[in-house]
């Protein structure tokens, strides 16, 4: 998903709604628990960019760290389950730990992930999840955004050697439980990536329906080459063909982690550029590779929350000073979900941003608006 817009990155004041009461919802990868503070944002009202499932939005958070700062909402298109929306920030927090490591081999263009919030929009009405609308909140990247790869193997054929092998990385640091793809951002700061999980077709997506397990793996190698880079990584080369889930007992076979000789850089590599593959300068300390051990693979981090929970689609949300009302959805109408209707202000009654966030009372995730209910407050 693409966010960049450079001629919109800039958002006059008067395009922002009116001030409103919020919670920015911060999580710990190490202590898998969260973190809340109260402020006050103001969403603009309308999009500077779109992916293929959500709009952007400008959002000023007045209580940030530091003073007021401009950061960008995700909103999703048709609207998706509380849990979907958490998993996304829990993901890129996953991310972030995995590109720890790959920096940790003293690779010359470190690489690193934005941080995701959740933000939890409290004046407006609670909605089909049980609590109030969500979105997740990263701040913005300026510069020019360029995608590497995507969930279907998709290879960027003039690109770079480091994303592509970060993605590498990930599936061999994590013997095979996990690849990182979707790999896109300003420069090597990155944003919205998914993860594909060994596991078969049949078994839920850990990482929401972007996460395609093994098939996910499987399309990724049938297009990477390995560069110059996952040489001096000493990655091992991939054959061609179909990974088969072995109940994560053997990782479909996979040798350890970061082990022997490097291979010799093939002669040609699909999806790097010819300067890239005649690098001279290695990536990784000499000597540094035989001392390397993988960590433990990392739990699944959320199943309680990707069980039985569906997409719905978007619609209005009723004005915050009018009682609760159901709906539009609920009574079988179809809505409008141009960008216009998502950053519109809802009429009539007092303006503010729907954002498309409040759905129709189909398969409520109690469990998700619970869990935020729990949280303690912070700040």
């Known amino acids: 998903m693409a966010f960049f817009a450079p001629n919109l990155h800039f958002v006059p004041a008067s395009s922002f709604g009116p001030v409103e009461k919020a919670k920015v919802h911060t999580y710990n990868g190490q202590s898998k628990t969260w973190s809340v503070r109260n402020t006050t944002v103001q969403m603009a009202t309308q999009h500077f960019a779109e992916g293929s499932n959500r709009y952007c939005f400008k959002i000023m958070d007045h209580g940030a760290f530091g003073g007021k700062k401009e950061m960008v909402a995700k909103v999703h298109k048709n609207g998706e389950p509380r849990a979907e929306t958490m998993q996304c920030v829990i993901m890129q927090n996953e991310c972030q730990r995995l590109a720890t490591l790959f920096n940790a081999r003293g690779v010359v263009k470190p690489v690193t992930f934005v941080d995701a919030y959740l933000v939890?929009?409290?004046?407006?009405?609670?909605?089909?999840?049980?609590?109030?609308?969500?979105?997740?909140?990263?701040?913005?990247?300026?510069?020019?955004?360029?995608?590497?790869?995507?969930?279907f193997g998709f290879v960027d054929p003039e690109d770079r050697c480091t994303p592509h092998a970060f993605s590498h990385f990930t599936y061999q640091v994590t013997n095979g439980e996990k690849i990182v793809v979707d790999i896109q951002g300003v420069g090597d700061t990155y944003t919205d990536p998914q993860i594909h999980t060994n596991a078969p077709a049949s078994a839920p997506p850990t990482w929401g329906q972007g996460d395609l397990g093994v098939n996910g793996i499987e399309k990724f190698f049938e297009t990477h080459r390995c560069n110059t880079l996952c040489h001096n990584l000493g990655l091992t080369a991939q054959p061609r063909?179909?990974?088969?889930?072995?109940?994560?007992?053997?990782?479909?076979?996979?040798?350890?982690?970061l082990h022997g000789p490097a291979a010799p850089a093939p002669r040609r590599a699909v999806g790097v550029s010819p300067r890239a593959l005649h690098a001279p300068t290695p990536m990784v300390r000499q000597g540094a590779l035989d001392k390397l051990t993988p960590p433990p693979v990392t739990p699944r981090l959320i199943p309680a929350l990707s069980t039985g929970l569906h997409s719905p689609t978007g619609g209005h949300s009723p004005p915050i000073s009018s009682p609760l009302q159901r709906s539009p959805l609920a009574s079988g109408r179809s809505p409008s979900n141009s960008p216009e209707q998502l950053g519109a202000y809802y009429s009539p009654g007092p303006a503010y941003a729907t954002c498309g966030l409040t759905l129709h009372a189909e398969h409520s995730a109690l469990a998700a608006s619970n869990y935020f209910r729990a949280l303690p407050l912070v700040g």
């Not at 063909?241 to 982690?257: E, M, S, Y």
């Open 120 to 151: 939890e929009l409290v004046d407006r009405p609670v909605d089909h999840t049980g609590g109030h609308p969500l979105a997740v909140m990263e701040p913005v990247l300026h510069g020019e955004y360029r995608k590497h790869n995507n969930n």
């Open 241 to 257: 063909q179909r990974l088969l889930a072995a109940g994560g007992a053997t990782h479909c076979g996979l040798q350890p982690v």
